[in-house]
């Protein structure tokens, strides 16, 4: 409740500059796919800006008593976000990141901006105050990036993040434009196919996935996997680990159980 307030006051202040501003993840989907907000846990506020635009939203969370790093760069910085702003408030720290760009430079996907993402984006309600966040295929794609792209080439995958990606496509399965996703990620659906292993998907989302489901026979022996080299996300899921470990361990899982057919 208290970071949702909080998020209210920034939307105001920025809004009162002409900043336009994107909230990103944990705030949004809180509202959006959760049946309470309090059941998506965060840590962070995180904030799309244009990039033009994201020193002057520093300044006015300055404004509003966050305080700001020191070594704050003057150009932007090479991560996709600034380091967090602070502000304590009833015995809460608040920590907001500002973001130029979607996500990581450095990732093999497209680095996009404020404006390549508002076209699409989708509108919320807080508190009487309308904000905007990524609109459904972005805001699973981004899901998608951020948690099995970006910081699972760390060994890290965080469960909040594999929720919110089932909790969303589960509320979202009859809105979502499922060729799109197709061209534009295949590898996403993909992962939903893999992730019924976890936890069963619905009969609706299942009908949607159905050609993944079909092509998925890789987690328990069988020849019919659909890569020769599975993407890192795919072994640390599988493995609990990446790169040539990682893949080790799936040839010579593939082998065993070949064997095991063959005997």
């Known amino acids: 409740m208290i970071r949702l307030r909080v998020l209210g006051e920034i939307i105001r202040e920025l809004r009162a500059a002409g900043i336009e501003t994107l909230v990103l993840k944990g705030a949004a989907l809180a509202q959006w796919v959760y049946p309470e907000p309090g059941l998506r846990p965060m840590s962070d506020l995180d904030l799309l800006t244009r990039p033009a635009e994201a020193h002057a939203a520093l300044a006015r969370l300055a404004r509003l008593g966050f305080q700001l790093d020191p070594a704050l760069p003057k150009r932007l910085p090479k991560h996709h976000h600034f ?6 408030t009833e015995g809460l720290t608040v920590n907001v990141e500002v973001h130029h760009t979607l996500l990581f430079p450095q990732l093999r996907v497209p680095p996009l901006e404020l404006d390549d993402l508002l076209p699409t984006a989708h509108s919320l309600t807080l508190n009487g105050l309308a904000l905007y966040t ?3 295929e972005a805001m699973l794609r981004h899901i998608y990036q951020h948690a099995f792209r970006a910081h699972v080439l760390d060994n890290k995958l965080c469960l909040m993040w594999v929720a919110d990606l089932i909790s969303a496509v589960e509320q979202w399965v009859n809105d979502l434009d499922w060729s799109a996703l197709r061209r534009q990620d295949p590898e996403l659906v993909y992962l939903l196919a893999l992730l019924n292993d976890l936890t069963p998907w619905s009969s609706a ?6 050609p993944e489901i079909h092509a998925h026979s890789v987690s328990v022996g069988g020849f019919d996997w659909r890569k020769i080299s599975p993407p890192d996300w795919w072994l640390v899921l599988q493995y609990g680990t990446k790169g040539w470990r990682g893949l080790t361990q799936h040839w010579q899982s593939v082998f065993q159980s070949q064997k095991l057919q063959s005997a």
Do not use: D, N, S
């Open 134 to 136: 990524l609109g459904r």
């Open 205 to 210: 989302v299942l009908e949607k996935i159905q």
């Open 83 to 88: 380091e967090a702003a602070q502000l304590m």
